[in-house]
């Protein structure tokens, strides 16, 4: 169990950085996350063919996977467009009410009862986020994009749980990178009417940019959440994804100046965001003991 904390961490840092692409790819967020899932699926595939690792799927299962990809693009959709319509603090910390929809979702997509604990620990992290945004209405897109981030995130996080029992790590994020890109292949056409574009290529930079979030923040770092699901719960995992704002925060200070945008609101949502992180931890481990 220690070790899977360890990969859930080193997961959550490697996320703190996804947020900062989508500030540098100047691509809008439909062809980022695209592109993303192209990149991390193509590389995906010639690592296990050169490893040879490469196993046969029955096609039920595939398609199945590949849903759970399409959830998980759309996520990314979500969650970049927050961040472009806002800024990189405002879309990570609207993904803190990640814990709040899966509290909600996974009794009832699992069918087990409602814990008033996990609740009560949502809550805490909701609280936060109202306490931030009570004062600053001046990203409302973002907000919205980012609230519907989470929702989709759980989900995800939810499904991927249930469909990824009978598999391995590397299949499960091939399959989810091939039916997020052909999902949103398909989706393309209408959102290209309403969000038209000037070009589909990205430049040298942006392709730089692109092949780093696919290798590092994407096959990296969810084939360690993938590790970490098989033990450790989807609440707690999304729940402890809550310090995910934190690391993106202090790396969009370093990198876009955004300090000078935050006030003490934003500091005291974000203490109780990391105290519904601690209070769950704490929660799972005494369980464990017992």
């Known amino acids: 169990m220690r070790d899977a904390f360890v990969k859930l961490h080193i997961s959550i840092f490697l996320?703190?950085?996804?947020?900062?692409?989508?500030?540098?790819?100047?691509?809008?967020?439909?062809?980022?996350?695209?592109?993303?899932?192209?990149?991390?699926?193509?590389?995906?595939?010639?690592i296990l063919l050169i490893a040879g690792k490469l196993h046969k799927t029955r096609l039920t299962d595939v398609c199945r996977i590949g849903g759970v990809g399409l959830l998980l693009g759309l996520h990314w959709v979500a969650f970049f467009g927050s961040i472009k319509a806002a800024n990189v603090s405002i879309g990570v910390v609207c993904f803190s009410t990640v814990g709040f929809f899966t509290a909600l979702l996974e009794p009832v997509i699992i069918h087990r009862r409602f814990l008033a604990k996990e609740l009560l620990f949502s809550m805490i992290a909701v609280l936060g986020i109202m306490l931030i945004f009570h004062f600053d209405v001046r990203y409302r897109t973002g907000i919205i994009l980012g609230i519907a981030s989470s929702a989709l995130c759980a989900l995800f996080t939810i499904s991927n749980k249930r469909v990824g029992r009978n598999h391995s790590t590397s299949v499960m994020l091939l399959y989810e990178m091939i039916g997020g890109c052909l999902g949103l292949t398909c989706l393309s056409p209408v959102y290209l009417h309403y969000f038209p574009l000037t070009t589909l290529l990205p430049g040298v930079t942006d392709m730089g940019y692109l092949l780093l979030l696919a290798f590092v923040c994407?096959?990296?770092?969810?084939?360690?959440?993938?590790?970490?699901?098989?033990?450790?719960?989807?609440?707690?995992?999304?729940?402890?994804?809550?310090?995910?704002?934190?690391?993106?925060?202090i790396l969009a200070?370093?990198?876009?100046?955004?300090?000078?945008?935050?006030?003490?609101?934003?500091?005291?949502?974000?203490?109780?965001?990391?105290?519904?992180?601690?209070?769950?931890?704490?929660?799972?481990?005494?369980?464990?003991?017992q």
Do not use: D, H
């Open 15 to 46: 996320a703190g950085f996804t947020g900062l692409f989508g500030k540098w790819v100047t691509l809008n967020e439909g062809l980022l996350v695209w592109y993303r899932m192209f990149l991390a699926g193509l590389l995906l595939f010639i």
């Open 218 to 249: 994407t096959i990296g770092l969810y084939m360690l959440q993938i590790q970490v699901l098989q033990k450790v719960s989807a609440f707690t995992v999304n729940l402890s994804y809550n310090l995910e704002p934190v690391y993106s925060i």
């Open 253 to 289: 200070m370093i990198f876009f100046g955004e300090a000078k945008e935050l006030n003490l609101s934003f500091y005291g949502g974000i203490a109780l965001i990391i105290l519904s992180v601690l209070l769950q931890t704490r929660e799972v481990l005494n369980s464990k003991r």
